[in-house]
């Protein structure tokens, strides 16, 4: 049997309440030795104060060749921006 | 530098007309200054090339543990000592970055591993050499990573991302290990004459294998247009080598300590020191295998890997057998 431990991605939530953010990989056996092994490789300067472990293999992720179909329809809509209405000066801040 | 003649699978740059269509939009992406990402389409030849350089930067960082584990146990302070461990257990996550990095690639971690192991691919020429005095340790820090900084600030641009975002991270832990290595040179420096002269002789030994690391001269170096073009590599061997020495030449200057190059000298036309080559036979000699310490480094690295397999094989053992027990509690 091939005994390569399995690649894990390693997400950290910074100190200041921000979301968890991918910073890396590392191999693990399992879920708990990917935690220990996170916080030895990627909080060792203070980086974090939580951390998520996902193997690799369970992230699902959309195509390069869907960059069209999905990202540039949203080019063409400047009217979701707030920025695209102008409101009067009289009007104050909105 | 941690990666050295690195062999791209051709030689010239292919001409855009020789392009197939998905060859040019790559290209334009790579001229245009955008990252190519795993599952973006690319080169084979892109592809092969930058898996042999991130798989021997990643060798490097791990076969460079080793010259700065023979001195954790001698360390002169429980401070150096706790340093110098935070700096190995630096390489060790290095090591890791870039592993993960190819991996994205397509290749895994432990291929890549075996084919060191089997002398099938290489690490830096540097680690050939040995630390023979205290001082070393700080030369290495300060001089060898220093030339490392040289190299990997330039390859934070390089147009494959994950090799990128692997680049940022490794820099920023690399100036530590500078700043450390200098912090030890010159308590040397400062120190008894004794102190000084074994500063001296670390600079003096390690001065040319440094700047060794940054591979055979530009007129030399016959694989680099392709990988310069695909901006896998950044600057030429020739521009990084000169950055290092401008930078390095006045450090040594404020130790009192002599340069380790007689020729070492400032010229006002090019606004940049001249300097003389290092012995480019002895690194050809080192890369084939036949410098100081070739032989101890890989078959340390080849026992600790071996010693280790009955761990690796216990845990992997272990998890299977945990998460079929949770199947069967479902």
Redesign the interface.
Known sequence: MK???P?WEIFIRGQHGLSHRHV????A??AE?AIKNAR??YT?RNEGVSIWAVEAVHVA?S??SDKGPYYEPSESKVYRHPTFFDIPDEVGSM | MYAQMIKTARSGIKPREEMSDQERDFQDKIDRDIKI?P???MPDDYRATLIRQIGQHAHSEVVGQLPEGNWVTRAPTLERKAILL?KV??EA?HG??LY?AA?TLGE???ELIRLLHEGRMKYSSIFNYPTLNWADIGGVGWLIDGAAIVNQVALQRTSYGPYSR?MV?ICKEESFHARQGYDAIMKMAFGTPEQKAMAQSAVNRLWFPAIMMFGPSDAESTHSEQSMAWKIKVKSNDELRQQFIDQTVPQIEYLGLDLPDPSLEWNDETGHYDYADPDWTEFFDVIKGNGPCNVDRLQNRVKAWEDGAWV??G??A??RK??AAKVAAE
């Open positions: 005994n390569e431990w690649l890396g990989s590392l191999h056996p399992d030795l030895d490789v060792r992720a195509s390069p | 990402e599952r973006d389409w935070a257990q630096d996550g890791l970055y993960s991996e895994s971690r432990d692997a991270r690796r094989d845990l992997m272990h998890a945990k998460a």
